[in-house]
């Protein structure tokens, strides 16, 4: 009972506010009166028994303070009060206040955005069971290999293969549709814990390429094209040419960070012929490691199986086939590549917040100076130093709350700048949004700064002697001298995290810039692209397909303004062509060296015209080479360096290992950087379209009519050649060379605005170091000018300030810039961390900031009136 009468009172006394204070003053002055009525009983007069009562009784507020102690609720009190007196106080200076607060919801807000980017993309686990022990293969893998490994796995418990990320056509519909597919096996959705919303998962039979074809709808197409009903279970669907059963519909974002399909399609793994099965396609090797196992075990269970499914190819493998095959956790094969890159930012954003907690701790530094009277006062009628750096930490802290309530609205604002302003590319994009943990992390960087950076003022009150203030007015000179340093530490310490971020600014631009000048190797100027996929109803066979193209390319040909029209097994920069195995004239394979392999690509009469690739020894595809027998290739100039340098390569001869004719080279083509403008031209070899017929192809359009037009007329030649044949991916080429440098592109917007930011709230600091610099001198500046020093001389001494300040930055920044430089050097091309000419950027960078920031004090400095300033003083 005692218990709840006490947190009865400690409730009463922190929830009742005024009233509680006045209760508490009631019953101190009756006990008060009480025992002056005692002492009046017992013969005193009035006067002297309240006189004996006071001395007996004690000073009220003392009591009431006691009281307060008792209750346990002082310091609850103090601070509340503690924060009306810094409201008051600030209400004094509104404009430092609005200024503070939100340049601290700008660091607490981008902070929070950037920790909800980062914990959606690198720290949540994924949307599956016991994710930690999924793993995925760093190499793809046949279809035919899945019964092989899971026949042989020793610690592997599931086993799957996946295909994320291609398309199909969905036929019936008015206007052929093209839709995101995905491939897996029958133990994917298991394994992953996935069960259908309809219907029924892929089964083992539905593996068998003799079965009867099915499909999964998504849930994004069952509601936009079947309006949800649940009835289409059972129905037909026509995908590709073939009627599907659908199976099964499964729930919204099913496949999670994995893939993001319309439809989903069973990977054949069984039942078709050997080259269908072991090299028509590759997939992604998913598998859940049993319990007690790790990575490590798994990568080992890969490379034992290797030579295994390497004896199960139809056609000889090379010796060392899987031999470096990896076990990877599936999060860090999903996010290892953009890891690097939002760390960088991650640290562009921590820079942020240290520099807009500087750059107001510098404030509340100043607004403590101009009420070190105040505080003065408050120490002389008996404050301790104790109580008044609590107070002056209880109202910093109360600044800081401010800043990070205003900071969860920019946070909103800066999320959804970041998710548009980030490559799409990047995986686990879509998942962030500002939820529980988001409002933690809001919360932990506004209690972590306010502490930290409010300890730092209520620390120099602390140790600080007030009371000379009270005595002279010359009393501070000693104390702002000393605050001087340690705004100065501040200013500096912005200054230098605008070093780092300037420096990798520059860095980044130099990389955008060196890229922009790599020559990709072909001209896209005025080059239209598009992706053509037959299905079987256009392209039944080998002969089909070639009509079809062929009937395409005639039409286009025939379009005013079009000079060249051909077609490609892939385009360039666009994920490239795939590599093959191949054996060259001349240069055997040692047993168990790895095997020969060059990027394949399929490329018809006309395709090195319309993008402008030069053949630079030799002659093009014709014709005839389609039918004349005589298999022929063209290499690049990277497979004549690394094969015959030196030599004439016409006539040399290289085939596939799985294939016993060979192919003669019939010329050179320049190098092309299919994988990259960052990355060197792979080796490479083109063979004409009809000896080797992929069903789908990419057409490239010459022309100088404008890309939409050309557009318009190439779907309606597709059209009007098969009605049932989408056109994807139509665009200007120019859209893939611009895409190659987004990544970097929008890494350097990113950090740019943020070292824009860092870099003017440091110039920022360093006005406000030099004006307060110059306030306080002013007596001293008085006397040299009437001494006979110059306004030169005196505003050399204000900008030689602003030098050392930058100085100070610039030697402790660079060291900073360098390690971070180096750190991510994989994402800079063509320039090194310590590149001079970045370092010269910063190094003029920073003296324009100084000259900025020192002008208008250096000029007000010049203009002091001698006889004013010391009489003044």
């Not at 408050?378 to 401010?402: H, K, P, V, Y």
């Not at 440098?741 to 170091?769: D, E, K, M, N």
């Amino acid at each position: 009972m005692r218990l709840l009468t006490r947190l009865r009172y400690r409730l009463r006394a922190l929830l009742g506010g005024a009233r509680a204070e006045q209760d508490l003053a009631d019953e101190i002055a009756f006990h008060l009166e009480a025992q002056v009525a005692a002492y009046v009983e017992q013969g005193l007069d009035s006067a002297e028994a309240r006189t004996r009562a006071r001395r007996e009784f004690g000073s009220p507020d003392v009591v009431a303070e006691q009281c307060r102690d008792a209750r346990g609720v002082r310091l609850w009190g103090d601070a509340l009060r503690d924060v009306r007196a810094g409201w008051r106080a600030a209400l004094r200076a509104p404009g430092t206040m609005v200024a503070a607060v939100l340049t601290l919801a700008l660091g607490i807000g981008s902070a929070t955005a950037m920790f909800t980017v980062i914990d959606a993309v690198l720290l949540r686990p994924l949307p599956f069971p016991a994710a930690d022990r999924l793993v995925r293969a760093d190499q793809v893998v046949a279809p035919g290999a899945l019964d092989v490994i899971a026949a042989n796995t020793t610690v592997l418990a599931e086993v799957g293969i996946l295909q994320p990320e291609i398309e199909v056509n969905l036929g019936a519909i008015a206007e052929p549709q093209r839709l995101r597919a995905s491939r897996i096996s029958a133990g994917v959705l298991p394994m992953l814990g996935i069960a259908p919303r309809l219907g029924r998962s892929f089964t083992p039979d539905d593996m068998d390429g003799r079965s009867a074809p099915v499909v999964l709808l998504a849930h994004g197409l069952w509601q936009r094209r079947f309006a949800g009903r649940d009835d289409i279970v059972g129905q037909s669907v026509r995908i590709d040419g073939t009627t599907r059963e659908v199976v099964g519909v499964l729930p919204a974002g099913a496949l999670g960070p994995l893939a993001d399909p319309d439809v989903v399609l069973p990977a054949t793994t069984r039942g078709l012929p050997p080259p269908e099965l072991w090299g028509s396609s590759y997939y992604q090797f998913l598998a859940r490691v049993r319990d007690g196992g790790g990575v490590q075990a798994a990568t080992g269970d890969l490379r034992r199986m290797a030579p295994i499914i390497r004896d199960s190819y139809p056609w000889r493998m090379p010796d060392v086939f899987g031999a470096e095959i990896a076990a990877l956790p599936l999060l860090e094969s999903l996010v290892g590549d953009v890891r690097q890159r939002l760390l960088l930012l991650g640290l562009a954003v921590g820079l942020l917040l240290l520099t807009a907690c500087a750059n107001v701790a510098t404030l509340v530094l100043a607004r403590a100076v101009v009420r070190e009277r105040e505080f003065a006062l408050r120490a002389a009628i008996g404050a301790s130093s104790r109580r008044l750096a609590r107070q002056l930490l209880t109202e910093t802290l109360a600044l800081w709350m401010c800043g990070g309530l205003l900071g969860w609205g920019v946070a909103h604002v800066a999320l959804t700048a970041l998710q548009a302003w980030l490559p799409p590319d990047m995986p686990r994009l879509a998942a962030p949004s500002l939820d529980v943990r988001a409002w933690l992390g809001c919360l932990g960087f506004t209690l972590l700064t306010g502490l930290v950076f409010g300890l730092l003022p209520a620390w120099r009150i602390a140790r600080i002697d007030l009371l000379p203030f009270l005595k002279t007015n010359d009393g501070g000179v000693a104390t702002t001298a000393g605050r001087q340093v340690v705004v100065k530490a501040l200013v500096v310490a912005q200054l230098a995290s605008a070093v780092v971020l300037v420096s990798g600014s520059v860095l980044l631009s130099r990389s955008l810039w060196n890229l922009a000048r790599v020559s990709p190797g072909f001209d896209a100027g005025d080059v239209v692209s598009a992706l053509l996929t037959p299905d079987r109803a256009a392209c039944a066979d080998d002969a089909a397909c070639a009509t079809f193209y062929a009937n395409v390319r005639d039409r286009l040909a025939g379009l005013p303004q079009v000079s060249a029209v051909g077609f490609a097994s892939a385009a360039p920069l666009d994920a490239g062509p795939l590599a093959f195995a191949i054996d060259i004239e001349g240069h055997p394979v040692a047993p168990g060296a790895p095997a020969h392999t060059a990027s394949r690509l399929v490329t018809t009469p006309g395709y090195l015209d319309a993008v402008d690739q030069p053949v630079l020894r030799g002659r093009d595809f014709v014709e005839a080479d389609a039918s004349s027998g005589d298999l022929v290739v063209l290499v690049n100039e990277a497979f004549v360096r690394r094969y015959w340098p030196g030599q004439d390569p016409i006539g040399k001869r290289i085939r596939y290992v799985w294939q016993p004719t060979w192919r003669r080279v019939v010329g050179v083509v320049g190098d092309v950087r299919h994988a990259g403008l960052a990355a060197d031209a792979p080796l490479a070899f083109h063979v004409p379209y009809g000896q080797d017929v992929p069903r789908d192809l990419t057409v490239f359009v010459e022309s100088s009519a404008p890309w939409l037009q050309v557009g318009r007329e190439l779907r309606q030649v597709v059209r009007a050649t098969h009605p049932d044949v989408p056109v994807s991916k139509l665009g200007p080429l120019r859209g893939l060379v611009d895409a190659s440098l987004a990544g970097t592109s929008a890494l350097l917007s990113l950090l740019s605005a943020f070292g824009g930011v860092v870099l003017l709230l440091g110039a920022i600091g360093t006005y406000g170091v030099l004006a307060s610099s110059v306030s306080t001198r002013r007596r001293e500046i008085g006397i040299r000018l009437a001494l006979g020093a110059s306004p030169r001389s005196v505003r050399q001494l204000v900008l030689r300030d602003a030098f050392r300040l930058c100085a100070a930055a610039f030697a402790l920044g660079l060291p900073a810039a360098w390690w971070t430089a180096r750190q991510a050097e994989h994402l800079l091309f063509g320039t090194s961390g310590r590149d001079l000419t970045a370092q010269l950027a910063v190094l003029v960078v920073m003296t324009a900031v100084a000259l900025l920031a020192a002008g208008l004090p250096a000029l007000r400095a010049a203009r002091v009136d001698p006889l004013r300033a010391v009489r003044d003083a």
